[in-house]
């Protein structure tokens, strides 16, 4: 590693263990208040040593399964919320701060509520599900190519904050990590929003700006990523020209805003996806056994010596099942479970164990009976 990456790397992981999250500070912070309890740490995946990094380092690279170094899965331009890119201003720490001057100091695509995904950038990743984490076109702005990682992490917005390529309970935990992508997005809409408001840019100018959300109408200015003064002078109001004070401002007013607060300012919205957090929270958190189980979903892409590759809820995160395991789970017809591994122990000499049994089940090879016959 060299210098720059030895000092993220080294910061990302103290922050890991202050924390006790996988979030950034601030939305660990909150998500701790909602949640009462610790989210488990995804460590399946370690950004400092990407799972997913090809041996051949030529674009393009040969496996559809694998991220090119210079890339990773920051193939992605983040749509940052007013009060994390002040944060980000505000902190020198972050290697990406010279490239959040110079997109605030251009005026493209920054508006009093976010730094926005520019037309071209979101077209473009529209059609890019195939080159994901493979093609230099599509890498986020701010991912520090030299040190290979990210130069906002401890700031990154919702969509950063909660994706991972694989998961410690597979669909249990894609699941939980969906709906809090969910409840983030909602949080950073309703406090960017606040924040604009608090900050007398004058009512036309926000009306413009809750008018204009994270979207940029699609003129040629726009694709070109060309700034028409005069509507900027419109959308910012009494701030403009004094853009880079504004966001510093709203991280300040975010960094004193109370949990209390932050339900009241996301409303009936965020206080439902609250709820549904907690609901997969829960599941995240339990480890009961169903009494009957059935196959699922199985879809074989490689057959290697010895096991077989199966990818369910997701082609990134693929499972190697053992050959007589694989073979084994034809057993499992919607009978009672214990039924099931006495008689895959009597015929076939196979023991199938609770934790075996958790991953199969965590990755839905394995699937309620009950659950699949009251739906």
């Known amino acids: 590693m060299n210098e720059m990456q030895d000092e993220v790397f080294s910061e990302t992981e103290t922050l890991k263990k202050e924390s006790d999250s996988p979030l950034p500070p601030l939305y660990a912070k909150w998500a701790d208040e909602l949640l009462g ?24 690279l040969p496996d559809s399964n694998s991220f090119h170094p210079r890339v990773k899965c920051c193939t992605y331009y983040p749509s940052i919320p007013n009060y994390l890119a002040g944060r980000i201003l505000s902190d020198p720490s972050m290697p990406a701060l010279p490239v959040i001057t110079a997109r605030i100091e251009d005026g493209f695509g920054i508006t009093p509520l976010h730094m926005i995904i520019p037309p071209v950038n979101r077209l473009l990743y529209s059609e890019g599900a195939n080159v994901f984490g493979r093609t230099e076109t599509l890498r986020c702005p701010y991912y520090m ?24 309970r597979g669909s249990v935990s894609y699941d939980f990590w969906k709906s809090m992508l969910e409840y983030f997005s909602l949080i950073e809409e309703a406090v960017s929003l606040w924040c604009a408001g608090q900050l007398d840019l004058g009512l036309d100018a926000l009306e413009l700006s809750s008018m204009t959300g994270t979207a940029l109408k699609n003129g040629p200015l726009e694709y070109d990523m060309r700034v028409d003064p005069r509507a900027q002078k419109k959308i910012w109001g009494n701030w403009f020209g004094k853009e880079k004070e504004y966001f510093i401002k709203c991280g300040e007013l975010v960094e004193n805003l109370s949990w209390n607060d932050i339900e009241e300012i996301g ?44 990818s369910t809820y997701s082609g990134y995160d693929r499972i190697e099942v053992p050959g007589p395991v694989f073979e084994a789970l034809r057993y499992f017809d919607g009978g009672p479970v214990k039924e099931i591994m006495a008689r895959i122990k009597e015929e076939q000499d196979i023991s199938f164990d609770d934790s075996l049994l958790h991953m199969l089940v965590d990755f839905n090879l394995l699937v309620s009976a009950d659950e699949t016959c009251n739906a």
């Open 37 to 60: 309890g610790p989210i488990p740490q995804e460590t399946a995946v370690d950004c400092a040593k990407c799972v997913r990094l090809a041996k051949d380092r030529a674009l393009p």
């Open 267 to 310: 409303g009936i919205k965020l206080a439902t996806s609250g709820r549904i957090v907690k609901k997969y929270y829960a599941k995240l958190l339990e480890y009961t056994l169903p009494e009957r189980l059935k196959l699922g979903s199985v879809n074989v892409v490689e057959v290697k010596a010895g096991y077989y590759v199966i």
């Open 145 to 168: 190519i030299d040190a290979g990682c990210c130069g906002v992490w401890k700031h990154r917005y919702s969509v950063c904050a909660t994706w991972f390529c694989k998961y410690r």
